[in-house]
């Protein structure tokens, strides 16, 4: 590896950490704003937050806009992934939130990826392996944990509904990627014009919910906008850039995992959740079984 290379990989790691430390600080963000707003207000002005960032990044950008990107085979693509992604997944994510604890929704979210190797065998005609079956089985008793607090006996659930809700967002998210990878548009045009859909959608729920464009508290604002920058924006295009300067797209791309056990830091330290032994067994299986399945479980037929 040259010194050029070495550069850039050095870059890679600091864009890639940047990228994983503002998404760890994502769960309290929408716990602490949960306490100002509700799911749906939040959900309006983090997603008109995100999309009016994008719009000036890719103004101030090189490429900037061009005709091309209002084709109408880019145009149906977005309205359908925005639709999925923000609007409803963000629409039930947030709920999911504001009836479990930040420690429990953040965890039980992460099982997105489990989806995505679920999704990848059926749309992407990948077969998995018996270790992919047993990495999937470690990540679902992680889940289980989690959900039960540790007491398979009673089987009981801070929330079934809030559960369920943060299961289906995870579904969606995933589904929402695979349609994504299949997507070849430029990465920041495409979640810009998801996210304008996606808005389009959240005007729509707001006038028929509300009747009216509702204007938050100050507390409100602040952490709606946090989340639309840190959550839905400006973290992907720092993790863009980690990406492309990386020579290897695994090198940066397994440090994703730290940003759940960094998100526990966060709770326990900004929201004031007591965190739970049975929540970082859970996720310990979790993450265990996606590492398993990232590097044994699956392959291409």
């Given at each position: ?115 995505l190797v679920l999704f990848s065998i059926i749309f992407l005609k990948q077969k998995i392996k018996p270790m992919g079956l ?168």
């Amino acid at each position: 590896m040259n010194k050029r290379n070495i550069t850039n990989q050095n870059k890679a790691y600091f864009f890639a950490l940047v990228a994983v430390l503002f998404w760890s600080t994502v769960s309290s963000a929408f716990k602490i704003t949960l306490r100002y707003l509700s799911f749906d207000i939040i959900l309006f002005w983090s997603v008109f937050t995100g999309t009016f960032f994008l719009t000036v990044v890719i103004a101030l950008s090189k490429a900037g806009f061009n005709q091309n990107d209002f084709g109408k085979k880019s145009l149906l693509s977005s309205a359908i992934m925005g639709f999925i992604n923000p609007f409803l997944y963000y629409l039930l994510l947030l709920k999911g939130y504001d009836l479990l604890d930040a420690q429990e929704a953040g965890v039980i979210n992460y099982i997105w990826i489990i989806f995505l190797v679920l999704f990848s065998i059926i749309f992407l005609k990948q077969k998995i392996k018996p270790m992919g079956l047993a990495a999937l089985l470690i990540s679902f008793a992680g889940t289980l944990i989690v959900i039960t607090r540790g007491d398979f006996s009673k089987m009981r659930f801070s929330s079934l509904s809030g559960v369920l809700l943060i299961i289906t967002a995870a579904a969606l998210f995933a589904f929402y990627w695979i349609l994504n990878m299949k997507d070849k548009r430029d990465d920041v045009k495409k979640i810009w014009m998801n996210l304008g859909f996606g808005l389009l959608y959240i005007i729509a729920y707001q006038m028929v919910v509300y009747k009216e464009i509702v204007i938050p508290s100050l507390n409100g604002l602040v952490g709606s906008i946090y989340i639309g920058l840190f959550e839905i924006s400006i973290t992907f295009v720092i993790w863009l850039k980690a990406l492309q300067h990386s020579e290897d797209t695994a090198k940066v791309g397994n440090l994703i995992f730290l940003s759940p056990f960094l998100a526990l830091f966060w709770i326990n330290r900004a929201v004031g959740e007591t965190i739970r032994l049975s929540t970082i067994a859970g996720l310990v299986l979790i993450v265990a079984g996606i590492i398993l399945q990232k590097f044994y479980g699956a392959k291409k037929v």
